[in-house]
């Protein structure tokens, strides 16, 4: 019954699907030749202000257990940045915990709030993960699709139509990976409106803010939003801080204090290293990141500019961050093919829109995150191939729109 | 139904039990004059060697995602210590999980093992936190006690009676924290076969296997046992990299594959920077760790000595570790009564054995980890108090048995 026959595995860790991923990863193995739009790790280093800092610790080289739910002084810094760039007011004591990143705080959050059979909204293409999680916690995830044709903004008469009696929460990216767009305060007050008719959590990752030029309006600032938002960020993309793994959700009181008896169990407490890491990001001077964020930007007009600027391919132009995502249809190959195609014929790694979501079908995701060397070399083979298959797709018979 | 009224928390999340050491903590709050003897935190750094590979890391600035389930070559030294220290053959592939230190990985095999209402045995008293990652995947956590006069060992006929249809697995750590007794071959042998004859999954956390001077026999090792065994271990108490949270699980490879799914949910991955510190530890000469094991053994040895020589105090001798859990009923007041009194009236800072379990009733878990000061100190403040509270238990008709 348990050991020695087949093992009983829970239902819900059983359910989790495995990721295309996968494949993806499989083809490219023993390849050292490949062009990589696919990482989604900036290939750059921390700042220096923070490696400094980061070398004072190591040399003093104490590594303790900190605070459970996070380093007093550093909650006191994420609730001062949520109240001078989101206009978000929250109590660090009671409204805050630090995470082993954005992914363990979105997990423990779902956790808390779904019970079995709950219903969570999802915008889609949506960050791969995000479907993951309700399933993982015994809940279902409702993927409401999102239109090119829109820019991605969210069609309100297809969330009405998602929403169940065990709806609990709509859960999104802004700016989003991997569409590539923000949306901002009248998409926003679309979403919250929809959120406060229905009474549910609204989960915005915002891991992203800190790539847009702009000072975004989060959603929780909207009126009667504070009180059924949880706001997801952290340091692994801001500040190329990616494996220290520290980010944090901030939200109502009275389910943060649930989140963090879940967040003892599972986790103890945050990285020391990357909570000292995150304080200094804090204080990191602004010049040591603009440049960055200056040139990944222009690898993004780069990628875009060429990618769209194909014959057959349309694209929505991407508002900040790393990623693209392209309509290539046309191939007349589903993404998971074309992304296999493409290493194997072309030397170029991408990953199927498909694994954002089944909505993200014709789609690839592109990525900048290697620099702009790969993004170069990267895009100089996606043309050729693409070029290729679309001509051998029309002598097929295919029918040029 | 949702925000507006009372949040619905998940029952699973909302019965996780509050500890008292929240009283402790409150009772502590701006007291700098108090002499600690409950720290679960080495108050040593980390030995150069793992320091000196982290400046290097540092200096390099890159702090990337790493593989999902920890660095290969990570794993495979941990495989390799696996055979070499505990005679296991583990296949770093597939039987293998880095994780945010050992609390993670508990959470991720339970959470994949049990199914609402299992059973969990659990030899108490116990590390704290064993009893809420049950309660947490919505199973029932079932201390069995182990009594002072059998030196803290397993009682053959108390498991028995815990065995219901529901009992899925048993779990313990070896050497103890709080007991800071070491169960040796032939204990294992009388959990093994309990295990192999109820056909339970063995969770054996051996983190401070370290510290003590014999390669201890682990319980994965014995006949049948492999396959049903998870061990886990990591490198914040060998190494003194609390803070860096990376400790691992080994485990039979089919559980593995689904615990894998849940962590990749959980967490992504494991931390860049506690990957490189664990692969340096492997390397780390030993005369840098050493000298730490033998100085806090030393200090384990007169907190020994000198609590157990107290009037009307027992006391299992410690085998190795940082802690020892005396029986001090004959205060006249409970573990948390006590406890509270110490701070109050003596400024020293203790844990309640009930902290532990019910069964620590009476006990108090006293740690080395502050040092040798601190422990001076602290013991000289408890003989007082304990001198004192004897004495007016007795002058109030306490019967001196």
């Known amino acids: 019954m348990n050991v020695t026959n087949q093992p009983q595995i829970n239902p819900d860790v059983e359910s989790i699907p495995y990721a295309d991923r996968k494949k993806i990863l499989d083809a490219t193995r023993g390849r050292t030749d490949l062009a990589d739009l696919s990482s989604g790790n900036p290939d750059v280093p921390m700042p220096p202000h923070i490696r400094e800092r980061l070398r004072e610790e190591v040399e003093a080289g104490y590594a303790p257990y900190t605070h459970y739910y996070g380093i007093p002084e550093l909650r006191t810094r994420i609730a001062q940045y ?3 760039t989101c206009a978000i007011t929250v109590d660090p004591d009671s409204g805050i915990l ?3 990143g954005v992914q363990q705080a979105l997990y423990l959050v779902l956790r808390t709030i779904l019970r079995r059979g709950d ?3 999802i915008p889609s293409p949506h960050y791969a993960n995000y479907d993951l999680d309700p399933v993982a916690s015994g809940g279902r995830p409702i993927l409401v699709p999102l239109d090119e044709k829109d820019g991605f903004a969210p069609d309100p008469g297809r969330l009405e139509r998602a929403v169940t009696p065990r709806t609990r929460a709509i859960l999104f990216s802004n700016p989003n990976n991997p569409l590539g767009v923000t949306w901002y305060s009248s998409t926003l007050d679309t979403v919250a409106d929809f959120a406060r008719r229905h009474d549910l959590y609204v989960l915005a990752d915002e891991v992203y803010r800190d790539f847009h030029p702009e000072r975004l309006t989060s959603i929780a600032a909207l009126p009667g939003m ?4 949880f706001v997801f960020n952290g340091f692994s993309k801001s500040h190329f801080m990616m494996g220290l793994r520290t980010g944090y959700v901030a939200g109502p009181a009275e389910v943060i204090d649930h989140v963090k008896q879940l967040h003892y169990v599972v986790a103890l407490c945050p990285s020391y ?5 995150a304080l200094a990001a804090f204080d990191c001077p602004r010049n040591q990141l603009e440049p960055i964020y200056a040139e990944f930007h222009s690898c993004l007009e780069l990628l875009y500019d060429r990618v769209s600027g194909l014959p057959g391919v349309t694209c929505v132009e991407p508002d900040c961050g790393l990623y693209i995502f392209p309509n290539v249809s046309r191939s007349g190959l589903t993404s998971l093919e074309l992304s296999l195609d493409l ?3 072309a030397g170029v790694i991408t990953l199927p829109g498909t694994e954002f979501g089944p909505t993200g079908e014709g789609h690839l995701r592109l990525s900048v995150c290697a620099g702009r060397e790969q993004v170069e070399l990267g895009v100089h083979r996606l043309e050729r191939r693409l070029m290729e298959l679309t001509s051998n797709s029309q002598d097929g018979g295919m029918v040029d729109e």
């Not at 504070?226 to 938002?229: A, D, N, V």
């Not at 290293?273 to 890491?277: D, F, N, R, V």
């Open 119 to 121: 219903d969570v909204i």
């Open 343 to 345: 290493i194997e014929e």
């Open 82 to 84: 949520l109240r001078d």
């Open 98 to 100: 630090v995470t082993q």
């Open 226 to 229: 504070k009180e059924r938002t």
């Open 273 to 277: 290293l990357g909570q000292k890491a």
